[in-house]
Structures are given as structure tokens and as C-alpha cells.
T-cell receptor
Framework: DQQVKQNSPSLSVQEGRISILNCDYT??????FLWYKKYPAEGPTFLIS?????DKNEDGRFTVFLNKSAKHLSLHIVPSQPGDSAVYFC????????????FGTGTRLTIIP | ETGVTQSPTHLIKTRGQQVTLRCSSQ?????VSWYQQALGQGPQFIFQ???????GRGNFPPRFSGLQFPNYSSELNVNALELDDSALYLC????????????FGPGTRLTVL
């Protein structure tokens, strides 16, 4: 039972353009969402998060949007840079002081110079 | 600030054997979580330790067990290895009060033949 889904295994975007990565979830108990970035041979690195009380959170070139009614979130990267090429994981948890993350399957983003 | 380290980097075992994977948490972090990442999948939560006690467990059988030590290093033990246990095993350390500062190690790649 995949509670967090990333339906696009891969995405290619031209350098300088916007990258949009999508994530859907099914568990209504999730109220905190995170994006992680993973380079080969490294562990996932935290990128940005959003609480269910917000619908948008921005950090530099990265913005996460949350649509609770649709159980959908997206990560926007603008402008995309070659160093953004990595696998991006969406993760979710119930923020009652625990950190038991449920991850999606990941989207491999390739930025084309 | 010391990062999360894991050992060994790679490991090959045969079916039925037992394995111990090690993790050294980031300095000051009292919570460690272990994840299994099968090929093409996102990390799956195995269990979490907080101040040397198990603080939640995912959908993994009892042959997956763990320990956390007073210095916050930890171990993941897997008994009676099966072929499907082949995966990347990630540990992540964090301060229990926060959900967005979970720092991952680079992982141990386990291959079961």
C-alpha cells in the first residue's frame, strides 16, 4: 500500500527553466511533508518542508505547494541549475513529535545544460 | 559538526546468515531511525530509537532488531537473511523535537546471495 506516490520516475528540464515535481498521498493522518534530494552514493539531504496549516513554503529557488483537499503537493525549482540533477523524494509524517517518515519512490530530475 | 556515518559501505552475505550494520549519529542527536531502500523504491521505515529505547517500528519482521548505545551510536541486526533483504540500509539521526532536521548517512549496501 503506497501511501505516498510520485508517479513520474524521471523528468528532464532545460537549465534556467522551472522544474515541477509532483507527489500525492492517501493517508489523511499525514500533516507534515518534506522533500529530500539524493545524489548517488550519498544519503538523502533535507531540502524543504511544509506543515498542513500552510499551502506554500518558499526557500530561495525552492517552493513547495500543498493542496490538502487533493492530497497533493509539488516542488517547484526555479531557475533550474545543473547541480539540481538528483533523485527527489517526497516524504510525509504525522507531526506528533515523531519522525517516522513515509517516502515516495522518487523522481530522477535531469537538468539539461 | 560531525555528520552521520555508516559502516560498512558494502557487504555481501549469503542467505540464512546474520548481519550487523553500524551507524554513528550526528553529535548531540538522541534519535536514530533506520530505513531500508530497495532498488527503485523510496526508503521504508524499519524502526526508530530514542534514548536507547525503541520508539516505533515499521512493517518489518522481528528478525530485524536494533540497539542504540549511550554515545548515540546504533546497530541494525538482521537474522536469517533472505534474498529480498538485499537493499541500501540508511540510518538518520535527529533531535526528537524536530521533524525537518533528520540527517541521513550514506547508507550500507547489503547484497544477499
Amino acid at each position: 500500500d503506497q501511501q505516498v506516490k510520485q508517479n513520474s520516475p524521471s523528468l528532464s528540464v532545460q537549465e534556467g527553466r522551472i522544474s515541477i515535481l509532483n507527489c500525492d498521498y492517501t493517508n489523511s493522518m499525514f500533516d507534515y511533508f518534506l522533500w529530500y534530494k539524493k545524489y548517488p552514493a550519498e544519503g538523502p539531504t533535507f531540502l524543504i518542508s511544509i506543515s498542513s496549516i500552510k499551502d506554500k513554503n518558499e526557500d530561495g529557488r525552492f517552493t513547495v505547494f500543498l493542496n490538502k483537499s487533493a492530497k497533493h503537493l509539488s516542488l517547484h525549482i526555479v531557475p533550474s541549475q545543473p547541480g539540481d540533477s538528483a533523485v527527489y523524494f517526497c516524504a510525509a509524517c504525522s507531526a506528533f513529535g515523531n519522525e517516522k517518515l513515509t517516502f515516495g519512490t522518487g523522481t530522477r530530475l535531469t537538468i539539461i545544460p | 559538526e560531525t555528520g552521520v556515518t555508516q559502516s560498512p559501505t558494502h557487504l555481501i552475505k549469503t542467505r540464512g546468515q546474520q548481519v550487523t550494520l553500524r551507524c554513528s549519529s550526528q553529535s548531540g542527536h538522541n534519535t536514530v531511525s533506520w530505513y531500508q531502500q530497495a532498488l527503485g523504491q523510496g526508503p521504508q521505515f524499519i524502526f526508530q530509537y530514542y534514548r536507547e529505547e525503541e520508539n516505533g517500528r515499521g512493517n518489518f519482521p522481528p528478525r530485524f532488531s536494533g540497539l542504540q548505545f549511550p554515545n548515540y551510536s546504533s546497530e541494525l541486526n538482521v537474522n536469517a537473511l533472505e534474498l529480498d533483504d538485499s537493499a541500501l540500509y540508511l540510518c538518520a539521526s535527529s533531535l526528537a523535537v524536530s521533524t525537518d532536521t533528520q540527517y541521513f548517512g550514506p547508507g550500507t549496501r547489503l547484497t544477499v546471495l
